[in-house]
């Protein structure tokens, strides 16, 4: 019933908002950003195909607001791109380091055992305060406040088992987001649309947004933060990639960066991976490319 209600939403939405195409809602919507002004990429339908399609110009480009990305993006091909590149991954790709439900729960045990021994001593303390102990009642005050800190301690801890206890996880949702990506060209209508809103939806939890390029090309982003990430080779094709770290002293997670290109040319490659290096997994394994400025290094060495 959800996804009937979203679906109506959407058609509603294509109804007021102008012609998305007979496919239904695409799966970028939102998440797609011009990496020259960040802001938001606006879909136009250029006709039908070969020569037409639906396309992402980036929204300020489109209405002279001072942006110079003038590229325009196929949305099928991203789409395709960017399915193949997230189906590819093996489910351990997206265990996290520590969205474990045992370890969480471990800490949570281990949070209400520091305040039970808190409250023990709280105990011993007031009877000591009340003999007129001076020295009692000033560690009685320290140690109220610890217990007041780690209740808030353990307020947090449970609710985030609460909600690691309720979130399947991203290997749960790259499972579905399989299951309905293999599915989607055998259905059609409502069915469809509904398809393709809960795939989108499952793309938002785990990409964080897809980034348009005019040099470097379109790339999806996926932050790296506290997630332990397994690049494997895919099934078929080649797929580039680029693990991007802030300078020192940036307080900015790790991201990886996938350039959204089945099989990218060698000049494509080269220019997304913007004279910083990068890797390239195939079903034959991993390739790495060094950034020339670290060849120089190595060969000055």
Same mark, same amino acid.
């Given at each position: ?21 007979d496919k239904g809602a695409h799966l970028l919507r939102g998440l ?45 091909? =991203?789409? *395709?791109? #960017?399915? /193949?590149?997230?189906?590819? @991954? $093996? ?5 996290? &380091? ?30 000591l305060a009340e003999s007129e102990d001076q020295q009692a009642e ?35 949702? =790259?499972? *579905?987001? #399989?299951? /309905?990506?293999?599915?989607? @060209? $055998? ?5 469809? &649309? ?52 802030a300078p020192w002293g940036v307080d900015v997670p790790p991201r ?46």
């Amino acid at each position: 019933m959800f996804w009937r209600a979203q679906a109506a939403v959407e058609e509603r939405r294509q109804q007021s908002g102008g012609r998305r195409g007979d496919k239904g809602a695409h799966l970028l919507r939102g998440l797609a950003r011009c990496s020259a002004c960040g802001g938001p990429m606006h879909i136009i339908d250029k006709g039908k195909p070969p020569k037409g399609g639906i396309y992402l110009v980036c929204s300020a480009n489109r209405r002279n607001a001072g942006c110079g990305n003038a590229q325009a993006w196929r949305v099928d091909k =991203l789409e *395709e791109a #960017l399915l /193949l590149c997230l189906t590819s @991954f $093996k489910t351990k790709s997206f265990e996290s &380091l520590n969205g474990n439900v045992v370890d969480q729960d471990q800490k949570v045990d281990a949070i209400r055992a520091e305040l039970d021994d808190l409250n023990r001593r709280n105990k011993v303390l007031i009877r000591l305060a009340e003999s007129e102990d001076q020295q009692a009642e000033a560690r009685f005050l320290e140690n109220a406040q610890e217990i007041k800190i780690k209740k808030r301690e353990l307020k947090a801890a449970e609710a985030e088992l609460g909600t690691r206890r309720s979130d399947p996880g991203n290997a749960a949702r =790259l499972v *579905e987001i #399989l299951r /309905l990506s293999t599915d989607l @060209f $055998k259905i059609e209508g409502e069915a469809r &649309l509904e398809s393709r809103i809960r795939l989108s939806s499952l793309i938002r939890r785990i990409v964080d947004r897809v980034e348009c390029d005019p040099v470097r090309g379109a790339y999806m982003i996926l932050q790296i933060d506290m997630k332990v990430w397994h690049v494997t080779s895919p099934t078929e094709g080649a797929f580039a990639y680029q693990i991007e770290v802030a300078p020192w002293g940036v307080d900015v997670p790790p991201r990886l960066l996938f350039l959204l290109a089945k099989n990218p040319a060698d000049s494509a490659r080269d220019a997304f991976y913007d004279g910083k290096g990068g890797l390239l997994m195939t079903a034959e394994g991993t390739k790495s490319f060094p950034s020339p400025r670290h060849l120089s290094t190595r060969t000055n060495g």
